[in-house]
């Protein structure tokens, strides 16, 4: 549509997105006037006035709602006249959609709104909207991309491949509730991403053509609060970062294309991740792998990556159930993920622990994560 269409069903007028009503008369014309808003590529209301059920969008649910309140008292009401009205009915059309977001202050916005070819998952999309933060923004200072994960429970725990077992250290399965939204970095952190930050690069897999793409390795727990400290980053928790690779699932691997619940089939891991059997014994580039249901690449293999958690083998037994941190103290600190020499370490649910000065080995890097 132009700027200067405007399309009119009997006595109820819609130009871009506002409407204005002389009668309601047929709910034909309320149809016709709400595809004529779908379609209108207007700005989105800066509220969520109309967003009758919560759930951040203004849509046929929150329509139903104020259509069974009509000539009555009720949630309806969006002008505080007391009843509800062609006048609301107006109101909730001119904010027909998504609600605003609201864009971290130390980010640049990217796309406000989940594309549904990435996260493919219905419920996964409606609770990224829920959040009212937008799905992808980059870190201004670092132009790191990064992912919002919405708030959530899941069982963090054992999840055997049909090729691998659980260790003892992943049990007992147990219930967990993370209470806020966060963002992580949508991939692990590169050589090109360190050295513009540290100056220098530890990494063994540097020299190639494509090494800036690459994740940056041999890092220590250790080091890496140096790179935290001057970019404002963190290194997630552990319940936060299992929670962000299973994005849903309750299987060994998360999911991938053609498994979009996941799978257990340890055939198929070669889809998501470079490891033993097929990284030529180096790393790669970050993104090369099919992403997970938020959109986060290399959440298995790669590089193993290093949490903010202390690492207790026996954790499990006594973590709390809302947004555990981990041991107060220790002597290693968590790794997940697997890498590019792993086999069975690239499940969902392994974990393993290094002391935090570890710098030595070519397989261990990380990814960020930021509060809103």
Same mark, same amino acid.
């Given at each position: 549509?132009?700027?200067?269409?405007?399309?009119?069903?009997?006595?109820?007028?819609?130009?871009?997105?506002?409407?204005?009503?002389?009668?309601?008369?047929?709910?034909?014309?309320?149809?016709?006037?709400?595809?004529?808003?779908?379609?209108?590529?207007?700005?989105?209301?800066?509220?969520?006035?109309?967003?009758?059920?919560?759930?951040?969008?203004?849509?046929?649910?929150?329509?139903?709602?104020?259509?069974?309140?009509?000539?009555?008292?009720?949630?309806?009401?969006?002008?505080?006249?007391?009843?509800?009205?062609?006048?609301?009915?107006?109101?909730?059309?001119?904010?027909?959609?998504?609600?605003?977001?609201?864009?971290?202050?130390?980010?640049?916005?990217?796309?406000?709104?989940?594309?549904?070819?990435?996260?493919?998952?219905?419920?996964?999309?409606?609770?990224?909207?829920?959040?009212?933060?937008?799905?992808?923004?980059?870190?201004?200072?670092?132009?790191?991309?990064?992912?919002?994960?919405?708030?959530?429970?899941?069982?963090?725990?054992?999840?055997?491949?049909?090729?691998?077992?659980?260790?003892?250290?992943?049990?007992?399965?147990?219930?967990?509730?993370?209470?806020?939204?966060?963002?992580?970095?949508?991939?692990?952190?590169?050589?090109?991403?360190?050295?513009?930050?540290?100056?220098? %690069?530890?990494?063994?897999?540097?020299?190639?053509?494509?090494?800036?793409?690459?994740?940056?390795?041999?890092?220590?727990?250790?080091?890496?609060?140096?790179?935290?400290?001057?970019?404002?980053?963190?290194?997630?928790?552990?319940?936060?970062?299992?929670?962000?690779?299973?994005?849903?699932?309750?299987?060994?691997?998360?999911?991938?294309?053609?498994?979009?619940?996941?799978?257990?089939?340890?055939?198929?891991?070669?889809?998501?991740?470079?490891?033993?059997? %097929?990284?030529?014994?180096?790393?790669?580039?970050?993104?090369?792998?099919?992403?997970?249901?938020?959109?986060?690449?290399?959440?298995?293999?790669?590089?193993?990556?290093?949490? %903010?958690?202390?690492?207790?083998?026996?954790?499990?037994?006594?973590?709390?159930?809302?947004?555990?941190?981990?041991?107060?103290?220790?002597?290693?600190?968590?790794?997940?993920?697997?890498?590019?020499?792993?086999?069975?370490?690239?499940?969902?649910?392994?974990?393993?622990?290094?002391?935090?000065?570890?710098?030595?080995?070519?397989?261990?890097?990380?990814?960020?994560?930021?509060?809103?």
């Amino acid at each position: 549509m132009t700027t200067r269409q405007l399309s009119e069903f009997g006595n109820f007028k819609c130009f871009k997105s506002r409407c204005s009503f002389r009668s309601l008369t047929t709910l034909s014309a309320l149809a016709a006037c709400a595809a004529a808003l779908a379609v209108t590529p207007t700005a989105r209301a800066q509220s969520c006035v109309g967003d009758l059920n919560g759930d951040r969008i203004v849509n046929g649910s929150d329509l139903g709602i104020l259509l069974g309140q009509w000539e009555q008292v009720g949630t309806g009401d969006l002008d505080g006249n007391g009843v509800v009205d062609g006048a609301d009915l107006g109101i909730m059309l001119g904010a027909w959609g998504p609600c605003a977001v609201t864009v971290p202050s130390w980010a640049t916005l990217v796309e406000a709104m989940p594309d549904p070819a990435v996260v493919t998952d219905s419920t996964l999309r409606a609770a990224i909207i829920a959040s009212g933060l937008p799905w992808r923004v980059r870190d201004t200072a670092t132009q790191m991309e990064m992912l919002v994960v919405p708030a959530g429970t899941f069982t963090m725990g054992c999840t055997a491949s049909n090729q691998y077992g659980c260790y003892s250290n992943e049990n007992p399965t147990h219930w967990v509730i993370l209470t806020q939204a966060f963002y992580m970095g949508r991939y692990e952190v590169t050589q090109g991403q360190w050295v513009a930050k540290m100056g220098s %690069n530890p990494s063994a897999f540097q020299g190639y053509s494509d090494s800036a793409s690459r994740p940056v390795e041999r890092v220590s727990w250790d080091t890496i609060q140096g790179y935290l400290s001057v970019t404002g980053m963190r290194l997630p928790s552990e319940a936060e970062w299992e929670y962000a690779c299973r994005a849903g699932t309750t299987t060994a691997f998360h999911s991938m294309p053609g498994y979009p619940n996941g799978t257990n089939d340890h055939n198929q891991v070669g889809t998501i991740a470079w490891y033993s059997s %097929n990284s030529g014994s180096q790393t790669h580039a970050v993104g090369g792998k099919a992403a997970n249901a938020l959109g986060l690449h290399d959440m298995s293999g790669n590089v193993s990556e290093w949490v %903010n958690d202390w690492y207790d083998g026996s954790y499990y037994s006594v973590s709390p159930s809302a947004n555990p941190l981990g041991p107060v103290s220790g002597s290693s600190r968590v790794l997940r993920g697997g890498a590019w020499a792993g086999m069975s370490s690239v499940r969902s649910s392994y974990r393993n622990g290094y002391a935090p000065s570890l710098s030595t080995v070519s397989d261990l890097g990380f990814r960020v994560a930021r509060a809103p």
